[in-house]
């Protein structure tokens, strides 16, 4: 595990799109420069050790008051490997060094196997809803 280079673009755009994070209105790109911008050592990938393949990311931020995990990622071919699990872990321990005292997650509803990923990893739903408002288009 180490920290995003830009290097590793088309390969984390890739994997986001096997694990089917890409939306139309997210160009994956420019959300990626966006987060070379802002805490870049945050955003974590998982390399192989045998191959150098790209298996994993998550993209981790903090903001003053609550820690996030965006595009947790793992290969398709590699999941339930403890790669998502790991790339948790590394999230919560740079986030605790930050004096962050709590850690939230977006996860699409409905989607209920991720749902099970992260209670089995000790979270759970926190009774808010989430609203969001586009203020930059990516079209």
């Known amino acids: 595990m180490r920290s995003f280079r830009p290097a590793d673009t088309d390969a984390v755009v890739?994997?986001?799109?096997?694990?089917g994070l890409v939306r139309p209105w997210n160009d994956p790109r420019k959300d990626i420069a966006r987060k070379l911008t802002t805490q870049p050592e945050l955003f974590l990938v998982a390399e192989s050790i045998d191959t150098g393949a790209l298996l994993g990311?998550?993209?981790v931020g903090y903001d003053g008051h609550r820690?996030?995990?965006?595009y947790?990622?793992?290969?398709?071919?590699?999941?339930?490997?403890g790669i998502g699990r790991a790339l948790?872990?590394?999230?919560?321990?740079?986030?605790?060094e930050r004096g962050c005292p709590k850690l939230n997650l977006q996860i699409r509803a409905?989607?209920?196997?991720?749902?099970?990923?992260y209670e089995a990893l000790g979270y759970a739903p926190d009774?808010?809803?989430?609203?969001?408002?586009?203020?930059?288009?990516d079209d």
Do not use: H, Y
Not at 72 to 81: I, M
């Open 67 to 70: 820690g996030w995990v965006n």
């Open 88 to 96: 948790m872990t590394e999230a919560e321990t740079l986030l605790r």
């Open 127 to 137: 009774g808010a809803v989430s609203f969001g408002k586009r203020l930059i288009p």
């Open 14 to 19: 890739a994997l986001w799109q096997a694990c």
């Open 110 to 117: 409905g989607n209920e196997p991720v749902m099970a990923f």
């Open 57 to 59: 990311s998550a993209m």
């Open 72 to 81: 947790l990622a793992v290969d398709p071919a590699a999941q339930g490997g």
